[in-house]
């Protein structure tokens, strides 16, 4: 940038400039000219003509120079940084607003949370309208998104490692987002852990490459399109270049006046050839005024062909712009000749029709009437604007078919109808007939009248319908008037009967048989009141004299007099037209087990309520998003928090240290749907906190889990009473693990409480009784057996062994004492069940899983998918000379996998490494792996013993990277054999928007060498 001056130093010119600034003398005489490029683009020569005189600002020196100059550097680039640090601030904001991408951070160690106005914005929400917390927008995820992401973050937010995953938003329950989520760590100057991320909407991204697919498609097809329409509507088009003059006419050009390239005028400005003299004069000024006005024209001309008859012509000019780089101007010609002398034909026959449409038109209003015409020679249909109404159409938004007329008939009388039409054009006769079609989801019952007329020119089939709706629902109200009552009495699960005005009992369902005993030939004519006698009370008579007046009697929970119970009383009156009362309606509700059941579940929530809130445990219901529903008053007396400051809140906005918490895993296991139970656990004699946890996830009827009963048990008193009893057994009640003693008739001496609740039962239920007997459902088992033994061979035995008294698995230490046995188990039933769980996750995992040992060099275990990946079973893995992929591994690429195995050999736990290479599998083929690998098990002193390596098939992606790899090579191949200097540069704005200086994005060796650089990419041209 020339200082003072808008424009740019022309680039070749640039090496000239700078020489010549340096070797400058002062008091010289100064003739030097360079390029320079405009604002507008232009290119131009400055010439600088003069005195050159060299000054230094004296004052700048006396100003600064009592101050050390380190200290006025360092305030210099401190002030420097900060104005930098601002307007990275403001271009991050702004490039917030143009990528669709939000920042948020979460401090690890304070638990403070930020997120940007943007991640609001991508969640349709106002700025700022919520408290800041890790799970704040966590609601929002997709329903089948969230259950994984929450995984996924939870995962990476323990380790400490960063995140990328794309997820879906549902908002307002209808619309999706697509987002980006990245995380990062990093350190703050107080050496707290920061977890900051980015999200981006993807959702515009992804709605554009479908569109622009879609475009690519339709662009291919409009042009083959366009080249017919030239055809079938006796079109062409041409162009002209208004920087070269060049004119290009379209193959159709030639074909529509009948010319060859030879015929075509040599002057471009006249265009057109044959134009008639008359019109010749009136063409130029259109077109010269549409070239000086650069506006879109029209015309009509006629052209004289080669045997002198008028040819006539229509044609439209606009102008387009390539880009920004040269101007066209384009015509498109159309022949009208046959439309013209048909028009004039045409303005006799549209005069009569007009009236006789006015007439028709007139008539199918006043019959609510319409009528088509097929013309059976062209195929041409007209529809008269009553069709339109008849079935409820715009004739504005629609165009009538017959496929669309179709489509608004009843399914049932489709068939009918087309049969009609084919019969009647077949045999050139006439049928009158029914049908219906549907009209905005009502039905409408339709009269069809169809004729064919035979004419001298044309052959036409008239169809003629008639709306008769009006007179088919006054017949089907009166059918359903006559057969209410019957549908009412035998239809009806409640008692149903009606009287007349005068209490005479005439209708009388089947349900008031089964109630009453009473057939309906017994009372049907009958007296209501004689056939209830009992029923002759003033409240009944009174419920009778209103409804008589008009009245409508409903009552509830009314105990039965008839039968018992409860139930729902309804009397109406039944009025005629007049409005004159002409029966009395009555219907019975049978609700007794509705009332009994009402009444036990008001007892039953009342009863559980108080129970909650006397409870001596502190109770906490939460949601499926772990917000709060329910705390009783032992939890705020606990927490000293009211109810009513914790109701609706999320568990993370009330302590946000909590996702630090080692129990924090086990509630994402509730929300899984597993019961888990936290046993007390104390790690301070003196604490009083010592107390079980437990937590039972809720589930609707589609075992989905709305949320979760969280019930803590303050076993602190239980825990004094314990430190007391182990005085006499310190060893014994230690230990959470059963244990008993037998003596050398195998009756039970001692029993501690974790065997009384292994074996459900009591102290009493045990001491002093012969195990057997307190146990029969081990006699004959395994462990049945080891006791024996035991006892019998005073030797000491220990293993797992299945329970039969209990279903599970129990480890067992039987030894013998000098008076008989003491016997220690535990319940080892969840260890087992978890590796089973692993496996099974392992096998249903789409990555190839793998344990191998290290000591054995052979593979442990490998899931389902490394099995079908590789086509050989575990065993076949193991085979001599398969060993950990030994013989699997490209040979080229063997040292690789071995160096990652030696790696994580060296590594600490949670450590990873990576690596990628190629393998054979089983049918021949190479594919690309890609490997992550971990130590899974170490030795009591720290040694890596099993490793875990968790793989996927990375082949499309080396390939595509390859082939991307090639393209980008062969373009900078082609871009530095090019002759020219080729340059790309982008514009650098200021936050103004007012270019400042150009960036270098693209630069080939032969543009290179005229500047002698090689290092421009990326940079200035200032710099």
């Known amino acids: 940038m020339v200082e003072g001056l808008p424009c740019l130093i022309y680039p070749e010119d640039l090496p000239a400039v700078e020489r010549w600034l340096f070797g400058l003398q002062n008091e010289s005489i100064q003739n030097f000219g360079f390029h320079v ?3 507008y683009g232009n290119r131009k020569w400055l010439k600088l003509t003069g005195l050159v005189k060299i000054t230094e600002e004296q004052d700048f020196f006396d100003r600064y120079r009592q101050q050390e100059l380190d200290v006025f550097i360092k305030n210099k680039r401190l002030t420097e940084e900060a104005e930098r640090q601002e307007l990275y601030l403001k271009s991050y904001e702004f490039a917030e607003g143009i990528s669709a991408t939000g920042m948020w951070m979460i401090n690890a160690a304070t638990h403070e949370a930020f997120y940007s106005d943007a991640v609001y914005r991508i969640h349709d929400l106002p700025p700022q309208s919520l408290n800041a ?10 329903p089948e998104d969230r259950d994984a992401l929450i995984t996924a973050f939870d995962k990476a937010y323990q380790a400490r490692t960063p995140l990328h995953l794309e997820y879906r938003l549902l908002l307002n329950n209808i619309r999706i987002k697509y987002v980006r989520l990245c995380t990062q760590w990093s350190q703050s100057t107080r050496g707290e852990s920061i977890l900051s991320g980015i999200m981006e909407d993807l959702t515009a991204q992804n709605d554009t490459d479908s569109k622009l697919a879609g475009i690519n498609d339709l662009l291919k097809v409009k042009n083959g399109l366009l080249q017919q329409a030239e055809t079938l509507n006796q079109t062409a088009s041409w162009y002209m270049n208004l920087a070269t003059k060049k004119v290009v006419y379209s193959a159709g050009f030639y074909r529509i006046l009948k010319l060859k390239p030879a015929d075509l005028p040599p002057d471009p400005n006249q265009l057109l050839p044959n134009i008639h003299p008359d019109d010749l004069e009136r063409v130029e000024a259109v077109i ?11 015309m009509a001309f006629r052209i004289v062909d080669h045997n002198g008859k008028f040819r006539y012509f229509k044609q439209k000019i606009s102008f387009l712009n390539d880009h920004g780089r040269d101007q066209f101007m384009v015509g498109t010609i159309t022949d009208v000749s046959k439309p013209e002398i048909l028009e004039r034909k045409l303005k006799k026959s549209l005069a009569s029709l007009h009236l006789q449409s006015i007439a028709n038109r007139q008539l199918e209003e006043f019959s609510l009437a319409g009528s088509w015409l097929l ?8 529809w008269s604007k009553g069709m339109y109404t008849l079935l409820g159409l715009k004739p504005s938004a629609h165009q009538l078919s017959q496929n669309l007329l179709l489509t608004l008939i009843h399914p049932e009388d489709k068939k009918v109808f087309s049969d009609y039409i084919k019969t009647v054009i077949d045999s050139h006769s006439e049928a009158t007939f029914d049908f219906r079609v549907i009209r905005h989801a009502e039905t409408r019952y339709l009269q069809a009248h169809f004729i064919v007329l035979d004419g001298e020119a044309v052959k036409l089939f008239s169809a003629t319908i008639q709306d008769k709706t009006t007179e088919k629902q006054l017949q089907q109200q009166l059918k359903e008037v006559l057969t209410m009552s019957d549908m009412l009495s035998d239809a009806s699960m409640n008692t149903v009967f009606v009287c007349d005005r005068n209490n005479y009992l005439i209708r009388w369902n089947k349900r008031c048989e089964e109630a009453y005993g009473l057939k309906k030939e017994k009372v049907l004519g009958r007296h209501f009141f004689d056939v209830f006698p009992q029923l002759k009370t003033p409240k009944i008579l009174h419920l009778f004299e209103q409804v008589g007046r008009g009245e409508t009697v409903h009552l509830t929970g009314q105990k039965a007099m008839l039968t018992g119970g409860y139930q729902d009383l309804l009397m109406v009156p039944v009025k005629d037209e007049k409005q004159s009362i002409r029966a009395i309606l009555t219907v019975i509700q049978d609700t007794t087990n509705e009332v009994e059941l009402k009444q036990k579940l008001t007892e039953r929530l009342q009863f559980i309520e108080k129970l909650l809130e006397e409870s001596v445990d502190r109770v906490i219901v939460l949601d499926r998003n772990m917000n709060y529903l329910y705390w009783n008053k032992r939890a705020e007396e606990y ?18 240290a909590f996702i630090n918490d080692p129990s924090y895993s086990e509630f994402r296991k509730a929300l899984a749907g597993k019961t888990v139970f936290l046993p007390a656990s104390v790690t301070n004699e003196t604490e009083q906190d010592y107390y079980e946890t437990y937590l039972v996830p809720f589930k609707d009827d589609k075992e989905e889990v709305t949320g979760i009963l969280w019930i803590v048990h303050d076993l602190y008193k239980d825990r004094q009473l314990l430190l007391q009893q182990r005085k006499t057994y310190d060893i014994i009640d230690a230990l959470n693990e059963g244990y008993y003693e037998l003596d050398t008739g195998y009756r039970v001496k001692y029993i501690n409480q974790s065997a009384e609740k292994f074996f459900n039962g009591g102290k009493d239920d045990f001491v002093g009784k012969v195990i057997w007997d307190a146990v029969p459902q081990a006699v004959g088992g395994p462990i049945h057996a080891v006791i024996l033994k035991a006892m019998e061979q005073r030797v000491a035995i220990r293993g797992e062994y299945f329970s039969r008294s209990t279903g599970k698995w129990v480890f067992l230490s039987v030894t013998p004492t000098t008076d008989g046995l003491a016997v220690i188990f535990f319940d080892v039933q969840k260890q087992k069940d978890d590796a089973h769980f692993i496996h099974l996750i392992a096998d249903t995992s789409p990555n190839m899983i793998g344990i191998s040992s290290l000591a054995e060099n052979k593979w442990i275990y490998i899931n389902k998918a490394t099995e079908d990946f590789f086509g050989y079973t575990n065993e076949e893995m193991n085979e001599p000379g398969r060993g950990l992929w030994s013989n699997l591994v490209y040979p080229g690429h063997i040292a690789i996998v071995e160096a990652l195995f030696q790696s994580v050999a060296a590594g600490q736990p949670g450590e990873i490494y990576e690596a990628n290479y190629k393998v054979l599998r089983k049918d021949g083929e190479y594919r690309w792996l890609y490997n992550r690998a971990s130590v899974f098990k170490s030795d009591e002193r720290g040694r890596p013993v099993e490793i875990l390596s968790v793989a996927f098939d990375n082949t499309e992606k080396v390939v595509a990277e390859e082939k991307l790899t090639e393209s980008m090579d062969w373009l900078k191949s082609v871009l530095d054999n090019a002759g020219n200097s080729i340059m790309a540069l982008k514009p650098v704005r200021n936050t103004a928007g007012k270019i400042m200086d150009l960036e270098y994005l693209l630069v080939n060796n032969k543009a290179a060498e005229s500047v002698h650089r090689w290092d421009l990419v990326g940079k200035q041209m200032v710099q």
Do not use: M, W
């Open 133 to 142: 917390h890790l799970y704040s927008f966590v609601s929002f995820v997709h």
């Open 639 to 656: 927490y000293r928090i009211r109810k009513e400051e914790v109701l609706g809140r999320n568990i993370l906005d009330l302590f946000p």
């Open 37 to 39: 490029i405009t604002s």
């Open 375 to 382: 013309d059976l020679t062209s195929g041409e249909t007209t």
């Open 288 to 298: 010269s005024q549409a070239l000086s006005e650069r506006c879109p024209k029209e």
